[in-house]
């Protein structure tokens, strides 16, 4: 059984920096993805970042050269590091797994399998 939690939102000032991390456990499977999510109230749960198996990273257009997504192989964690943040980057963050390693995997919502709980970013 996967068990994603996540760790690290909270409230922070325009310009800011945030770390989120991601703790695994119960994924045994050679082949993964591992990123992140966000959703605003009254919008779409959309894809922030993510990494996976093969090397490949993504990054969504509006969060390019201020987040860095980074994993931690001997911890199973994945981390978000969120810097120069701005108020549209306030929402709930989730972390996210799959077994897929194509490039709807863990960028997309419908091809991703396993969810964290979330954690809430307010930048204000």
């Known amino acids: 059984h996967v068990q994603l939690v996540e760790s690290g939102g909270g409230l922070v000032q325009p310009g800011g920096s945030l770390r989120l991390s991601c703790a695994a456990s119960g994924y045994t499977y050679a082949s993964y993805c591992m990123g992140w999510f966000r959703q605003a109230p009254g919008k779409e749960r959309e894809g922030v970042a993510s990494m996976n198996s093969d090397g490949d990273e993504f990054y969504a257009d509006s969060v390019k050269g201020r987040f860095t997504i980074s994993q931690d192989n001997a911890k199973n964690t994945v981390s978000l590091q969120m810097d120069s943040l701005r108020p549209e980057d306030t929402a709930m963050y989730y972390c996210?797994?799959?077994?897929?390693?194509?490039?709807?995997?863990?960028?997309?919502?419908?091809?991703?399998?396993?969810w964290g709980q979330g954690t809430q970013v307010t930048v204000s």
């Open positions: 996210a797994a799959d077994h897929g390693t194509s490039r709807s995997s863990c960028t997309v919502v419908a091809a991703t399998q396993y």
